[in-house]
C-alpha cells in the first residue's frame, strides 16, 4: 500500500494552484502505465476526470470511469486503478484541514455535496477555469465558488424530506434532459399547480426551472466534447440546444470555457 502526500498523484502534474482557503486545484495526466496497486491520499478530494477512463476499485466499491465522471475521496481512503485509458485527464479539487475547519464541515458533508452532481461538475471546471487564468481576481474568484460548493452539504437531506411530487420532477427532468418541455407539460404530468412548481422550485433545486435544465445539457454535452468527433453544431443539437450560438454562450456562462477551448483540454 502506498500512501501519497497532499498534492501528490500517480500521473504527471500538469498545472497546480493553491488557494488561501486550503483548497488546491490540480490537474494530472496520465500517458502510461502508473501503479496499480492500493493507495491512498493525505487530503480528501474531488476528482473530475476529463479525458480517457479506469477502472477503479474501493473497499466494497467498484466505479466504472469514463469522461464526465466525477468521484470523492476521504483522505486515506484505499482505492486502485486498472485498464487505465491513455491519454487519461483529471482535475483534482483537494481540502486540507483549513478549509473543512473555516466552513464549519466534514468529509462526509463534503462527499454530501456531491450528490448534485452537475452543480458540483460545473463548480469544478469554473474553479479550473479561474486556476488557469491566475490574474489578480482567480483566488478570490475560488473562494466564492468554494463556497457555493459548500452549500450543497444539505442536498441530501433536502431532498428526504422534500414532497413525493418533487422526487417525480426530478426524476422527470432528468430523465427528459433532451426536451423542451414547458412548465404548463409538467404541471400536468404531475398533476401539480404550475405556481406551485414555480414557488418551490428554487427551494429544491438551487436554480430556477430553465438553470437547470440549461445545466442539465451542458453537463451531457461535456463528456460529448471530450470523446465525440461530432461537430459543436450536432453537439448542441444532441443536447437539446436550438443552435450552435445558443449552445455555446451556455456553456460558457456554466463551466467558464468555449466549448472549442474545452475540447483542447
Not at 480517457?52 to 467498484?62: P, V
Request: hydrophobic share 35%; with cysteine; net charge neutral.
Amino acid at each position: 500500500m502506498q500512501q501519497l502526500e497532499k498534492e501528490s498523484y500517480l500521473g504527471n502534474t500538469r498545472n497546480k494552484l493553491i488557494n488561501n482557503q486550503g483548497v488546491s486545484i490540480i490537474e494530472t495526466e496520465y500517458k502510461q502505465k502508473v501503479s496499480e496497486n492500493w493507495h491512498s491520499h493525505q487530503n480528501a478530494h474531488i476528482t473530475l476526470f476529463l479525458k480517457g477512463g479506469t477502472i477503479e476499485k474501493r473497499k466494497n466499491e467498484i466505479h466504472s470511469v469514463t469522461s464526465g465522471s466525477i468521484l470523492f475521496y476521504h483522505s486515506d481512503e484505499l482505492h486502485l486503478n486498472q485498464n487505465t485509458l491513455f491519454p487519461s485527464r483529471n482535475i483534482n479539487i483537494e481540502f486540507d484541514e483549513a478549509f473543512i475547519k473555516n466552513f464549519e464541515i466534514t468529509e462526509e458533508t463534503l462527499k454530501n455535496a456531491t450528490a448534485n452532481a452537475t452543480k458540483t461538475k460545473l463548480l469544478i471546471l469554473k474553479i479550473y477555469q479561474e486556476s488557469l487564468l491566475k490574474d489578480s481576481f482567480s483566488d478570490d474568484s475560488i473562494s466564492m465558488l468554494l463556497s457555493s460548493y459548500a452549500e450543497n452539504k444539505n442536498y441530501l437531506e433536502q431532498f428526504s424530506k422534500c414532497p413525493s411530487w418533487v422526487k417525480l420532477l426530478y426524476d422527470l427532468l432528468n430523465d427528459c434532459w433532451f426536451e423542451n418541455i414547458s412548465l404548463k407539460d409538467l404541471s400536468k404530468t404531475l398533476n401539480i399547480n404550475p405556481i406551485s412548481i414555480s414557488k418551490h422550485f428554487p427551494r429544491y433545486f438551487g436554480c430556477t426551472y430553465g438553470e437547470y435544465m440549461r445545466r442539465l445539457k451542458v453537463d451531457r454535452s461535456i463528456s460529448l466534447i471530450q470523446k465525440s468527433s461530432d461537430s459543436l453544431t450536432d453537439i448542441s443539437l444532441a443536447c437539446g440546444f436550438s443552435d450552435q450560438s445558443h449552445f455555446i454562450r451556455t456553456f460558457k456562462q456554466e463551466t467558464g470555457f468555449l466549448p472549442k477551448n474545452f475540447k483542447k483540454l
